[in-house]
């Protein structure tokens, strides 16, 4: 029996999924997403650098080189909106041999024919000016003021907090396992929690796209995971660069990166290596290698004794362009395939061209009377000034009960996070950052399990770092 | 804001032997800020024997021996504890500004001491490479977990690095009934006490494998193996000998590294390496009257040597506020 109809289902809860479901949710229409992970973002979100990239390195006529361009404007409409931690700081593509500036050329060139706004090739004199960081070898760089950061996984629950807002539903832990057209129009789809209808399908599912459109008789695509192994540094060296630092592109991705995150921390990397497995998140010695060869060249200060954490992250690749198509011969069926770099930026211009495939494709797009564009904002005690803590601390007590020390994180922001929605402690980590610095969880995870236990009444041996089977501890014994 | 004669920050046996000893030797006006909600620090969950030899010339656990210094400093009334008490800045001024619930204050100190501790060294700061489970652990997180919690970790574990941690450890998983699989460690020999190594491996017949490492950890949601490799005297892996052994837990003791950050934002010149303040005699530092003792100044072995040069930074810190008259 059919557990809920809707207009449109959307399959995947990343940055690209929440972004066209908060789009839809401007529109009178039943919206659901079905996520197969515990929460939002765990899946290739979670490891995305946060770079918002101004356009450039992206062929030109390509979808990925339009979608990003836009998507760069849109970001900074759609973060004032939610409240998410967009700046902007600019990036540089570095140059260290003559013949190297030609090719800075033509990227300025093929990145100006996109649209990409205020690039300028900088001299040795401009680059000891604005980022003495980098290697005296730096001859000339590529700049373009209009890269920016923000957090991957707050924004994508930002989007969902706001698109849940405006009526879309979402479903956790609820992996679709098939699909089925209707001869008499429309979709029913099998999920971990039962069976739904719905009259339209996306297919946002990241390195999953392959698949669930297979389950539809779509099958010209095949995601291929291209893994990057990342290394984030300690936030004492926030002010490592003033910009995202880039190599030259290579033929597979942007290179190895000195970026600058929304949470203070520097971060080097990521590799690009194409793997079968699509859960294959571990990393390597020859990865940390590779990463700290690459960027030492570039910026000598980088000292591997500053890193404090690394992960892996799986770019869901298929071919060299996105894939984001009405499929005819599935008629309501649309694709959203090979998000990979720069899907981030492009989500808000996915979402709008999403929303414009299926009007095209008769659903109805009707105003809601009333769209809740903002969100209440959230406080990270790290992120503001201590004049702010004070007057904060006064008004809620728990402002001035610090559980993560490394990162400065209050109980009281952990127990907005579970409110919000975090049932895990990646959870709350990706949310508040707390267990994420120096100590990694050393000093806090005791606490902060205790707080989501007291806060959601799960017993401390139910909670998981991740979901499914990550519990962290196996027996309580305080009652025997 | 509020000026005391003497802020200590760190309310374990480091700052509460300072505070004692300030006190005796002249000081009358001290401040305690400690973060946990009870004096202590890590001593707390340190419930096996072997504290206090050399200071009180006793066996005591870890509780016990905090609970002297706890009981010493609730008799003089001259010391302040402000417990639950988070320093979150500290300027070359000796300028403090601390978070409690309900309340940011800021203190202005005449002479400082710092015993804010060591924290371990991470899984992340020795490059592991493999999968990111639930089931990996600090080891002295684990040890909070079954002794303050009462949470049992895991069922099998392998314990990496045979510091003292580790290996009390090793015995405390054995008697809570979880299986401890071996230790491994990456030396000729372990860097614990001895009399660690056979009461708490020996005595249960746990292996331990020296001249060895954790390749890789593997698992998806939790542990499920490490891959274990043989390595030279350079630490250079001998292809050929891996192997691998099933476990769900992975304890991590790899060493401390003494916890500076609040001196480091102070401009006090610090050891990149050590992390520690660079000085030249017992507890000092760059910055006149700002003491640092305890094993934020060096990792020690031993609580009773923590004590004994903390007794110093104490007569330090009293001889700088009578300078200042």
Redesign the interface.
């Known amino acids: 029996m059919s557990q809920g109809n809707y207009d449109v289902v959307i399959v995947g809860g990343g940055v690209a999924g929440s972004s066209i479901a908060r789009e839809l949710s401007r529109y009178k229409l039943r919206i659901a997403l079905f996520e197969k992970e515990v929460e939002v973002a765990f899946g290739v979100s979670k490891s995305n650098s946060g770079i918002i990239h101004p356009g450039t390195q992206n062929p030109p006529n390509s979808l990925k080189g339009k979608l990003c361009v836009l998507g760069n404007k849109l970001t900074r409409k759609i973060s004032k909106e939610l409240g998410v931690d967009f700046k902007e700081v600019g990036s540089l593509i570095v140059a260290f041999e003559r013949d190297e500036i030609a090719k800075l050329k033509r990227i300025k060139k093929e990145a100006e024919v996109l649209g990409v706004p205020k690039l300028k090739i900088v001299d040795r004199a401009w680059i000891k000016a604005n980022e003495p960081s980098l290697s005296d070898k730096v001859i000339a760089a590529l700049y373009a003021p209009t890269t920016g950061i923000i957090s991957p996984y707050r924004l994508v629950y930002d989007l969902s907090e706001n698109a849940k807002r405006n009526g879309v539903e979402f479903y956790t832990e609820s992996e679709v396992l098939n699909i089925k057209r209707i001869s008499s129009g429309g979709f029913e789809i099998a999920t971990k929690k039962g069976l739904f209808n719905s009259r339209y399908v996306v297919n946002a599912a990241g390195l999953h796209a392959d698949d669930i459109s297979k389950m539809v008789g779509v099958d010209d695509f095949k995601i291929t995971p291209r893994k990057g192994e990342e290394f984030l540094l300690d936030k004492k060296r926030r002010y490592l660069t003033n910009h995202v630092i880039f190599p030259l592109p290579t033929k597979t991705s942007k290179g190895v990166l000195v970026i600058k995150t929304a949470d203070g921390n520097p971060m080097i990397g990521p590799t690009a290596e194409d793997i079968d497995d699509k859960e294959d998140l571990s990393t390597s010695d020859k990865g940390l290698s590779t990463v700290l060869h690459s960027v030492q060249r570039i910026v000598p200060s980088i000292d591997g004794n500053d890193i404090i954490a690394y992960f892996a992250g799986l770019r869901p690749a298929s071919g060299h362009d996105f894939i984001i198509r009405h499929e005819k011969k599935v008629s309501g069926f649309v694709n959203v395939a090979g998000i990979q770099s720069p899907g981030l930026t492009a989500a808000p211009a996915i979402a709008l061209m999403v929303s414009d495939i299926l009007k095209k494709n008769g659903l109805s797009l009707k105003k809601k009377i009333l769209f809740h564009k903002h969100r209440k904002t959230e406080v990270h005690l790290f992120d503001i000034p201590l004049s702010k803590t004070r007057s904060l601390i006064k008004k809620d007590a728990g402002y001035g009960d610090v559980v993560c020390r490394c990162e400065m994180v209050s109980a009281k922001e952990i127990k907005d996070a579970i409110s919000r929605g975090a049932k895990t402690l990646d959870g709350i980590k990706f949310r508040t950052r707390a267990q994420a610095g120096r100590c990694h969880g050393g000093f806090c995870t005791s606490r902060i399990m205790k707080i989501l236990s007291e806060e959601t009444g799960q017993p401390l041996t139910e909670i998981t770092k991740r979901g499914h089977g990550s519990n962290i501890v196996e027996k309580d014994r305080s009652n025997d | 804001m509020i000026e005391r004669d003497l802020v200590i920050v760190g309310g374990g046996p480091a700052g509460m032997t300072a505070a004692v000893s300030a006190h005796k030797n002249g000081a009358k006006d001290i401040l305690i800020l400690e ?1 946990d909600q009870r004096l202590g620090g890590i001593l707390n969950q340190c419930i096996h024997t072997g504290f206090g030899l050399n200071y009180f010339k006793e066996i005591l656990t870890g509780p016990e021996y905090a609970d002297r210094f706890i009981k010493k400093v609730a008799d003089i009334p001259e010391i302040e504890v402000s417990l ?1 008490s ?1 320093v ?2 500290l300027t070359k001024d000796k300028t403090l ?1 601390y ?6 204050e800021v203190v202005k100190a005449k002479t400082l001491i710092m015993a804010t501790g060591c ?2 060294k ?4 020795v ?1 592991i ?6 089931g990996v652990f ?1 080891a ?2 684990a040890q ?2 079954i002794n ?8 099998e574990a392998v314990i990496v690095g045979s510091g003292d941690i580790g290996l009390i450890m090793a015995r405390r998983f054995t008697l ?1 009934g ?1 299986k401890v699989k071996c230790v491994i460690e990456i030396q000729k020999q372990s860097r614990g006490l001895i009399r660690n190594i056979v009461q708490c491996l020996d005595d249960f017949d746990i292996p331990i494998y020296y001249c060895h490492k954790i390749s ?1 950890i ?1 698992g ?3 542990v499920e193996k490490v891959g274990v490799i043989k390595v030279d005297e350079n630490f250079i892996e001998l292809p050929g000998t891996e192997f691998e052994i099933e476990c ?1 837990t992975v304890l991590i003791s790899v060493g401390l590294i003494p916890e500076n ?1 609040l001196i ?1 934002m102070a401009g006090v010149a610090m050891d ?2 050590t992390n520690a303040p660079i000085s030249h005699e017992v507890n000092k530092t760059s910055i006149p009257g700002l003491f640092v003792c305890g094993n934020a100044f060096k990792v020690y072995d031993l609580a009773d040597s923590v004590s004994r040069d903390s007794e110093k930074a104490g007569v330090l810190a009293a001889e700088y506020l009578k300078g200042l008259k």
């Open positions: 973060r639950m988070f979150v800045d500004t978070l409690k619930p309900g309340v940011m924290r371990e991470t899984r992340e700061m490059h490479a493999g999968t990111r489970p639930a600090p002295g997180l909070k977990l303050i919690e009462g949470l049992l970790p895991g069922k809570e979880a890789k593997y998806k949601d939790r769900d950050e480091e990149r390496k």
